[in-house]
Protein backbone atom coordinates (compact mmCIF):
# COMPACT_ATOMS: atom_id res chain seq x y z
CA UNK A 1 0.00 0.00 0.00
CA UNK A 2 1.27 3.54 -0.73
CA UNK A 3 0.36 7.03 -0.29
CA UNK A 4 1.59 10.21 -1.97
CA UNK A 5 0.26 13.32 -1.65
CA UNK A 6 0.15 13.67 -5.14
CA UNK A 7 -2.05 10.84 -5.62
CA UNK A 8 -4.23 9.91 -8.74
CA UNK A 9 -7.30 10.09 -7.41
CA UNK A 10 -7.51 13.75 -5.49
CA UNK A 11 -7.32 16.89 -7.43
CA UNK A 12 -4.25 18.98 -7.64
CA UNK A 13 -6.41 21.84 -8.84
CA UNK A 14 -8.73 22.02 -6.34
CA UNK A 15 -6.24 21.53 -3.10
CA UNK A 16 -2.51 21.53 -2.35
CA UNK A 17 -1.00 19.33 0.25
CA UNK A 18 1.31 21.62 2.81
CA UNK A 19 3.24 20.76 5.83
CA UNK A 20 2.68 21.85 9.36
CA UNK A 21 2.94 20.66 12.96
CA UNK A 22 0.71 20.82 16.17
CA UNK A 23 1.66 19.14 19.15
CA UNK A 24 -1.97 17.93 20.76
CA UNK A 25 -2.78 15.28 23.37
CA UNK A 26 -5.52 13.78 25.62
CA UNK A 27 -4.80 15.55 27.95
CA UNK A 28 -2.98 18.82 26.59
CA UNK A 29 0.46 19.39 25.60
CA UNK A 30 2.86 19.53 28.70
CA UNK A 31 6.11 17.54 29.84
CA UNK A 32 4.56 14.94 31.44
CA UNK A 33 2.89 13.69 28.01
CA UNK A 34 6.32 13.45 26.26
CA UNK A 35 9.76 12.07 26.52
CA UNK A 36 13.30 14.17 26.95
CA UNK A 37 15.64 15.01 24.26
CA UNK A 38 17.45 12.34 25.60
CA UNK A 39 15.04 9.79 26.24
CA UNK A 40 14.10 10.49 22.36
CA UNK A 41 17.67 10.29 21.17
CA UNK A 42 18.11 7.30 22.79
CA UNK A 43 14.86 5.58 21.60
CA UNK A 44 16.01 6.59 18.39
CA UNK A 45 19.42 5.00 18.04
CA UNK A 46 18.05 1.48 19.62
CA UNK A 47 15.12 1.72 17.36
CA UNK A 48 17.24 1.37 14.04
CA UNK A 49 20.30 -0.54 12.86
CA UNK A 50 21.70 1.36 10.19
CA UNK A 51 23.30 5.16 10.52
CA UNK A 52 25.58 7.01 8.41
CA UNK A 53 29.15 7.04 9.53
CA UNK A 54 31.31 10.16 8.74
CA UNK A 55 35.05 9.68 9.01
CA UNK A 56 38.06 12.15 8.13
CA UNK A 57 39.94 10.94 4.88
CA UNK A 58 43.57 9.99 5.79
CA UNK A 59 46.31 8.78 3.89
CA UNK A 60 50.32 8.38 4.44
CA UNK A 61 50.60 12.09 5.16
CA UNK A 62 48.03 12.26 7.28
CA UNK A 63 44.73 13.99 7.83
CA UNK A 64 43.76 15.87 4.72
CA UNK A 65 40.21 17.00 6.19
CA UNK A 66 37.62 15.57 3.62
CA UNK A 67 34.86 13.95 4.95
CA UNK A 68 34.15 10.36 4.27
CA UNK A 69 30.51 8.89 4.50
CA UNK A 70 28.87 5.63 3.98
CA UNK A 71 26.01 3.75 5.23
CA UNK A 72 26.76 1.41 7.92
CA UNK A 73 24.95 -1.58 10.27
CA UNK A 74 25.36 -0.91 14.36
CA UNK A 75 23.91 -2.62 17.54
CA UNK A 76 23.71 -0.70 20.69
CA UNK A 77 26.02 -2.68 23.54
CA UNK A 78 26.19 -0.91 27.31
CA UNK A 79 24.69 2.06 25.58
CA UNK A 80 27.30 3.10 22.80
CA UNK A 81 27.06 1.33 18.84
CA UNK A 82 29.03 -1.09 18.11
CA UNK A 83 29.41 -0.57 14.29
CA UNK A 84 30.54 -3.00 11.70
CA UNK A 85 32.28 -1.60 8.32
CA UNK A 86 33.15 -3.53 5.61
CA UNK A 87 36.61 -4.17 4.94
CA UNK A 88 36.84 -2.24 1.83
CA UNK A 89 35.46 0.75 3.29
CA UNK A 90 38.04 3.73 3.75
CA UNK A 91 36.79 4.06 7.16
CA UNK A 92 39.25 1.44 8.18
CA UNK A 93 42.30 3.73 6.83
CA UNK A 94 40.92 6.48 8.48
CA UNK A 95 40.50 5.87 11.56
CA UNK A 96 44.16 4.19 11.78
CA UNK A 97 45.34 8.00 11.73
CA UNK A 98 42.28 9.81 13.40
CA UNK A 99 39.83 8.52 15.46
CA UNK A 100 37.32 11.33 15.44
CA UNK A 101 34.18 10.19 13.73
CA UNK A 102 30.47 11.13 13.68
CA UNK A 103 27.46 9.05 13.23
CA UNK A 104 24.02 9.73 11.90
CA UNK A 105 21.08 7.78 12.80
CA UNK A 106 17.45 8.10 11.84
CA UNK A 107 14.05 7.76 13.38
CA UNK A 108 12.49 4.63 11.69
CA UNK A 109 10.02 5.49 8.70
CA UNK A 110 9.22 2.26 6.98
CA UNK A 111 6.98 1.93 3.96
CA UNK A 112 4.11 4.46 3.08
CA UNK A 113 5.55 6.52 5.83
CA UNK A 114 8.48 7.14 4.07
CA UNK A 115 7.06 7.66 0.72
CA UNK A 116 5.22 10.20 2.41
CA UNK A 117 7.37 12.17 4.26
CA UNK A 118 9.46 12.17 0.85
CA UNK A 119 6.46 13.64 -1.17
CA UNK A 120 6.48 15.97 1.79
CA UNK A 121 10.17 17.10 1.19
CA UNK A 122 10.52 16.30 4.85
CA UNK A 123 13.09 14.08 6.91
CA UNK A 124 12.46 12.13 9.64
CA UNK A 125 13.71 13.03 13.09
CA UNK A 126 17.46 11.64 14.08
CA UNK A 127 20.41 11.53 16.39
CA UNK A 128 23.54 13.36 15.09
CA UNK A 129 26.33 11.69 17.48
CA UNK A 130 30.07 13.12 17.43
CA UNK A 131 33.34 11.18 19.48
CA UNK A 132 36.10 8.64 18.64
CA UNK A 133 35.83 6.00 15.97
CA UNK A 134 37.85 2.85 18.40
CA UNK A 135 38.45 -0.42 16.72
CA UNK A 136 37.17 -3.58 18.38
CA UNK A 137 39.89 -6.77 18.23
CA UNK A 138 40.36 -10.66 19.08
CA UNK A 139 38.20 -11.79 22.00
CA UNK A 140 36.45 -8.34 22.55
CA UNK A 141 35.31 -8.72 18.62
CA UNK A 142 34.63 -12.41 19.34
CA UNK A 143 32.28 -11.30 22.37
CA UNK A 144 30.79 -8.02 19.78
CA UNK A 145 29.70 -10.70 17.08
CA UNK A 146 28.30 -13.68 20.22
CA UNK A 147 26.33 -10.58 21.58
CA UNK A 148 25.13 -9.96 17.72
CA UNK A 149 24.11 -13.56 17.22
CA UNK A 150 22.54 -13.52 20.89
CA UNK A 151 20.14 -10.22 20.31
CA UNK A 152 19.18 -11.87 17.04
CA UNK A 153 17.84 -14.85 18.65
CA UNK A 154 15.99 -13.49 21.30
CA UNK A 155 14.29 -10.87 19.11
CA UNK A 156 13.13 -13.62 16.71
CA UNK A 157 11.99 -15.81 19.20
CA UNK A 158 10.28 -12.87 21.39
CA UNK A 159 8.76 -12.39 17.44
CA UNK A 160 7.30 -16.32 17.04
CA UNK A 161 6.00 -15.59 21.33
CA UNK A 162 3.92 -12.67 21.05
CA UNK A 163 0.45 -12.93 22.41
CA UNK A 164 -2.87 -12.41 19.12
CA UNK A 165 -2.78 -8.41 20.37
CA UNK A 166 0.43 -8.04 18.93
CA UNK A 167 0.68 -10.28 16.42
CA UNK A 168 -2.72 -8.44 15.33
CA UNK A 169 -1.05 -5.34 15.03
CA UNK A 170 2.25 -6.38 13.37
CA UNK A 171 0.90 -8.21 10.90
CA UNK A 172 0.63 -6.00 7.84
CA UNK A 173 4.07 -5.07 8.71
CA UNK A 174 6.81 -6.12 6.02
CA UNK A 175 8.87 -8.97 8.05
CA UNK A 176 12.06 -8.59 5.82
CA UNK A 177 12.32 -4.45 6.00
CA UNK A 178 11.53 -3.83 9.37
CA UNK A 179 12.78 -6.49 11.38
CA UNK A 180 16.13 -5.43 13.03
CA UNK A 181 17.36 -9.49 13.23
CA UNK A 182 16.56 -9.81 9.64
CA UNK A 183 18.38 -6.67 8.49
CA UNK A 184 21.22 -7.83 10.66
CA UNK A 185 21.41 -11.57 9.38
CA UNK A 186 24.44 -10.30 6.41
CA UNK A 187 26.95 -9.23 9.54
CA UNK A 188 26.76 -13.17 9.74
CA UNK A 189 26.32 -14.90 7.06
CA UNK A 190 26.26 -12.71 4.28
CA UNK A 191 30.33 -13.69 2.92
CA UNK A 192 31.83 -10.58 3.27
CA UNK A 193 34.68 -9.58 6.29
CA UNK A 194 33.59 -6.76 8.50
CA UNK A 195 36.12 -4.50 10.91
CA UNK A 196 33.97 -3.99 14.26
CA UNK A 197 34.32 -0.52 15.77
CA UNK A 198 32.79 0.79 19.14
CA UNK A 199 32.13 4.62 18.77
CA UNK A 200 32.29 6.24 22.15
CA UNK A 201 30.50 8.99 22.33
CA UNK A 202 31.25 12.83 23.35
CA UNK A 203 28.16 14.47 22.03
CA UNK A 204 25.03 14.54 20.90
CA UNK A 205 22.07 16.75 19.00
CA UNK A 206 18.48 16.21 17.75
CA UNK A 207 17.72 17.00 14.45
CA UNK A 208 13.91 18.26 14.18
CA UNK A 209 12.18 17.39 10.94
CA UNK A 210 12.58 21.00 9.75
CA UNK A 211 16.43 20.66 10.24
CA UNK A 212 16.49 22.51 13.52
CA UNK A 213 19.08 21.44 15.55
CA UNK A 214 19.16 20.62 19.93
CA UNK A 215 21.93 19.97 21.71
CA UNK A 216 21.27 17.38 24.17
CA UNK A 217 23.23 17.36 27.46
CA UNK A 218 25.82 14.31 27.58
CA UNK A 219 25.08 13.38 31.35
CA UNK A 220 21.38 12.73 30.50
CA UNK A 221 22.11 10.95 27.35
CA UNK A 222 24.31 8.62 29.30
CA UNK A 223 21.87 7.94 31.98
CA UNK A 224 19.04 7.57 30.73
CA UNK A 225 17.70 3.66 29.01
CA UNK A 226 15.95 3.46 25.80
CA UNK A 227 12.60 2.41 26.27
CA UNK A 228 11.30 -1.94 25.78
CA UNK A 229 9.61 -0.55 22.82
CA UNK A 230 12.14 1.21 20.61
CA UNK A 231 13.66 -2.14 18.96
CA UNK A 232 10.40 -2.90 17.49
CA UNK A 233 9.03 0.67 16.55
CA UNK A 234 9.56 0.16 13.11
CA UNK A 235 8.16 -2.94 12.99
CA UNK A 236 4.85 -1.63 14.61
CA UNK A 237 4.96 1.62 12.89
CA UNK A 238 5.06 -0.32 9.41
CA UNK A 239 1.98 -2.92 10.74
CA UNK A 240 -0.31 0.15 11.65
CA UNK A 241 0.56 2.27 8.59
CA UNK A 242 0.50 -0.86 6.38
CA UNK A 243 -3.03 -1.95 7.76
CA UNK A 244 -6.50 0.64 6.61
CA UNK A 245 -8.21 -0.95 9.64
CA UNK A 246 -5.50 0.71 11.69
CA UNK A 247 -5.22 3.60 10.29
CA UNK A 248 -9.05 4.35 10.09
CA UNK A 249 -8.71 3.66 13.50
CA UNK A 250 -6.13 6.74 13.49
CA UNK A 251 -8.64 9.13 12.10
CA UNK A 252 -11.40 7.95 14.16
CA UNK A 253 -8.63 9.10 17.26
CA UNK A 254 -8.26 12.22 15.77
CA UNK A 255 -11.90 12.89 16.25
CA UNK A 256 -12.69 11.49 19.15
CA UNK A 257 -9.78 12.60 21.15
CA UNK A 258 -8.76 15.65 19.55
CA UNK A 259 -11.71 17.07 17.83
CA UNK A 260 -10.12 17.10 14.75
CA UNK A 261 -11.45 15.84 11.37
CA UNK A 262 -8.85 13.91 9.93
CA UNK A 263 -9.26 12.78 5.61
CA UNK A 264 -6.29 10.28 6.11
CA UNK A 265 -3.95 9.63 8.98
CA UNK A 266 -0.29 7.71 9.69
CA UNK A 267 1.34 6.70 12.99
CA UNK A 268 4.63 8.86 12.62
CA UNK A 269 6.41 7.78 15.98
CA UNK A 270 5.93 6.25 18.78
CA UNK A 271 7.18 5.61 22.58
CA UNK A 272 6.09 4.66 25.98
CA UNK A 273 3.66 7.89 26.74
CA UNK A 274 1.90 8.03 23.27
CA UNK A 275 2.36 8.36 19.97
CA UNK A 276 2.26 10.78 16.91
CA UNK A 277 -0.01 11.18 13.91
CA UNK A 278 0.23 12.92 10.85
CA UNK A 279 -3.41 13.96 9.85
CA UNK A 280 -4.52 15.49 6.68
CA UNK A 281 -6.93 17.99 7.46
CA UNK A 282 -8.36 21.13 5.87
CA UNK A 283 -7.28 24.36 5.91
CA UNK A 284 -10.17 26.85 6.75
CA UNK A 285 -10.99 28.94 4.10
CA UNK A 286 -13.46 31.99 3.55
CA UNK A 287 -15.22 33.33 0.02
CA UNK A 288 -13.72 31.94 -2.56
CA UNK A 289 -10.74 30.21 -1.27
CA UNK A 290 -9.77 26.85 -2.94
CA UNK A 291 -9.66 24.10 -0.58
CA UNK A 292 -6.39 23.01 1.12
CA UNK A 293 -4.66 20.16 3.30
CA UNK A 294 -2.17 20.09 5.35
CA UNK A 295 -0.52 17.31 7.08
CA UNK A 296 -0.08 18.39 10.54
CA UNK A 297 1.58 16.37 13.50
CA UNK A 298 -0.62 15.27 16.00
CA UNK A 299 0.20 13.89 19.64
CA UNK A 300 -2.38 11.32 21.91
CA UNK A 301 -1.12 10.26 25.06
CA UNK A 302 -2.30 6.57 27.30
CA UNK A 303 -3.97 6.90 29.74
CA UNK A 304 -0.98 4.48 31.27
CA UNK A 305 2.49 4.05 30.27
CA UNK A 306 3.36 1.69 27.65
CA UNK A 307 6.56 -0.23 28.95
CA UNK A 308 6.80 -3.25 26.74
CA UNK A 309 5.02 -3.87 22.98
CA UNK A 310 1.85 -6.01 25.02
CA UNK A 311 0.81 -3.13 26.66
CA UNK A 312 1.76 -0.79 23.44
CA UNK A 313 -0.65 -2.77 21.38
CA UNK A 314 -3.12 -3.58 23.89
CA UNK A 315 -4.09 0.55 24.94
CA UNK A 316 -3.94 0.59 20.99
CA UNK A 317 -7.00 -1.87 20.72
CA UNK A 318 -8.69 -0.46 23.79
CA UNK A 319 -8.49 2.97 21.96
CA UNK A 320 -9.91 1.99 18.77
CA UNK A 321 -12.49 -0.20 20.39
CA UNK A 322 -13.54 2.63 22.34
CA UNK A 323 -13.60 5.24 19.82
CA UNK A 324 -15.51 3.00 17.38
CA UNK A 325 -18.18 2.94 20.34
CA UNK A 326 -18.56 6.59 20.72
CA UNK A 327 -18.86 7.18 17.07
CA UNK A 328 -21.52 4.78 17.03
CA UNK A 329 -23.58 6.60 20.18
CA UNK A 330 -22.75 10.13 18.41
CA UNK A 331 -24.27 8.34 15.31
CA UNK A 332 -27.52 6.86 17.19
CA UNK A 333 -26.31 3.52 16.25
CA UNK A 334 -24.87 2.27 19.52
Known sequence: MSCSCASTTEKPSFERVIWSSTWCSMKGS????????????????????????????????????????????????????????????????????????????????????????????????????????????????????????????SEEKALKEFNYTVSGVLSSSNHFSTTRSENLK????GGENYGIYKFNLSSCMFVDGNGGTHEVDFEDMEKCKAGLLAPYSAKLIDGINQSEARRRGLILFCFIYLNVNARDAYMLSLDRKG??????????????????????????TFKEEAWDIESFCQQLVEMEEDAIKKVSSYSGLG
Not at 120 to 134: C, E, I, Q, S
Not at 186 to 189: A, G, Q, T, V
Not at 276 to 298: A, C, H, M, P, S
Open 275 to 300: FDVLGKVRNKVTGDEIDEYQWKQFRI
Open 186 to 189: ELID
Open 30 to 153: NKATVLTLAEKCKNIVVSNWQGYLNTIKTDAQGSKENIYTSKVKYIIRKGNPLIWVPEHELHNVNTIIDERGSFSVASPYPGPLGKLLKSMNKFPVRVALTGDVVPVKDKKAESAANYLKEMML
